[in-house]
Structure formats: C-alpha cells, structure tokens
C-alpha cells in the first residue's frame, strides 16, 4: 500500500474585477419553479491584472427568485479583451438575504453589499490560443448588486 500523498490546498490568485450595467427587469411572472426575472445586459468592463475588457451589450443575467430570501443567478454575456479577442462569460450565482432587504434589491433599490451573501461560479469559453487556459480553470468570485449594474471580484483557483 502506498503512503498517502497530501493534496494541495487550494488558493485563490486574483482574476478580474467587473462592472456589469443592466437594464430593467422583465418580469415572466410566478412559475412552479419560483418568480422569473431576465435582467437586460447592456454594457461595462472588466480589469485584470494587465489586461482589460468591456462587457458587449446583448447578454442577460435569468434570475429565478426561489424565495423571499434566495435568488439563483445564471448570467451570459460576451467580454471583447482590449486585445480584440472575445470571450462568452456564463456566471451561476446565490444571492441570498434577509427578506426586507432582497425585497429592495428586487424594487432596484441600494442596499448595503456587506448585509447580501452574492457568491458567483464563473465560466469562460474563448476562440482565442492565447486565452485558451481560461476555459482549463475553475473560477469563483464575489459581487454585489446596484441599481443599474453588478460589481464583481473573480479569482482564479490555484
């Protein structure tokens, strides 16, 4: 029998940080899933370590509001490096909270980043032979919720 070889710890290296601006919401109504929400993508950026990115308009972040207290995200969109390279972004999240405080984030009202649990799973697909290793990676990131845009960390696991 062999011995047991320790496995490495993961740790976090910094990936991007992200402004997505959004539009209004359009409401499907309550479904036997939970209420259904498609949140417009119109635009923003990103910044990495040396490199940059906007956010093309046309994505959609579908949102299924489970209860008073938990939101399931599932975000798409595409991301033009400043390289010119593109990049198809799909980011699954929680966004979970107090009831009275999700009620607002839902109303598009400012609610303190720090009270809201937003934890998100980035995935990346690219064309690109220099980007390549994004799509060989897993990702995880923290965000919080504005009126008009998300704001996201990513950080990539080591």
């Not at 699954?92 to 303190?112: F, I, K, S, T």
Request: aromatic residues 8%; proline residues 7%.
């Amino acid at each position: 029998m062999t011995e047991p070889v320790p496995l490495p710890e993961p740790r976090l290296r910094f990936f991007a940080d992200l402004r997505v601006q959004v539009g209004a919401p359009q409401e499907v109504g309550r479904t036997v899933h939970g209420l259904r929400r498609l949140i417009p993508i119109t635009g923003g950026h990103a910044t990495g370590d040396g490199w940059q990115a906007r956010v093309l308009a046309g994505g959609a972040d579908f949102q299924l509001i489970v209860s008073d207290t938990l939101a399931e995200l599932d975000a798409r969109y595409t991301l033009e490096t400043d390289a010119g390279d593109l990049v198809y972004v799909q980011n699954r999240a929680l966004r979970a909270g107090p009831a009275e405080l999700m009620a607002q984030l839902a109303r598009g009202e400012l609610v303190d980043p720090a009270l809201i649990y937003f934890r998100c799973s980035p995935q990346f697909e690219t064309a690109s032979p220099t980007l390549r290793w994004i799509a060989e990676r897993l990702f995880t990131g923290s965000g919080a919720r504005y009126p008009d845009a998300v704001a996201m960390r990513f950080w990539e696991v080591m």
